[in-house]
């Protein structure tokens, strides 16, 4: 019986030491633990190169700056011209043995007419129609004509002036001479 055991493990001993023995004589290639060993360069397929996805790097441009709104001038309030009324005037028309002279005159609403007689004889600048003086709107005058009446003579360098209120174009003449006429504009201011 004891023989028997030892043939077994003789035969199994035989059997490991063979089986080593044909391991290490090329069975399988043993991994070589040489360090000077070269070593196979690895298969290009083994790396698998993943590409390093580098952001793609935007330039963000930086945000320009808006421009600060220019404030709107404001305009100054003009000013409504107020309407001055011209300051009136006085035209002067002299009476001379000639006549009147202008013999016609323009003037604007509100201005004087001063008749200046320097002739040698007495004048009496009255509106049209001779004898009635009833031409000119603003009536009665001073002596139940219209205002457009000096209602008297008026003699030598002596002088009447009569205010024109009413617009349009006023013939007049002499009472005294009723050859002598003149005319007297008035337009609006
Ligand atoms: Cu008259």
């Excluded at 030491?17 to 633990?33: E, M």
């Excluded at 009147?100 to 040698?120: A, H, Y």
């Excluded at 002036?161 to 337009?187: I, P």
């Amino acid at each position: 019986m004891n023989k028997k055991v030892l043939l077994i493990a003789g035969v199994v001993i035989v059997a490991l030491v063979g089986v080593f023995i044909f391991l290490n004589s090329g069975g399988t290639p043993a991994v070589s633990t040489d360090p000077y060993a070269i070593q196979a360069p690895p298969s290009p397929t083994d790396t698998t190169i993943t590409p390093i996805v580098t952001p793609s790097s935007t330039p963000v441009s930086a945000p320009t700056p808006k421009p600060a709104p220019t404030p709107k001038p404001i305009p100054a309030p003009v000013p409504t011209p107020i309407p001055v009324p011209s300051a009136s005037q006085t035209v002067i028309v002299t009476y001379t043995n000639s006549g009147f002279s202008p013999n016609t005159v323009n003037i604007k609403k509100g201005d004087t007419v001063k008749w200046v007689n320097k002739s040698s004889d007495a004048i009496w600048p009255a509106s049209n129609p001779h004898p009635l003086h009833t031409g000119y709107p603003e009536q009665p005058g001073n002596c139940g004509t219209s205002a457009f009446d000096a209602c008297m003579e008026v003699p030598p360098g002596a002088s009447w002036s009569f205010v024109f209120n009413q617009v349009g174009s006023w013939g007049y003449h002499d009472h005294l001479n009723t050859r002598e006429e003149g005319t007297v504009v008035v337009a609006a201011k």
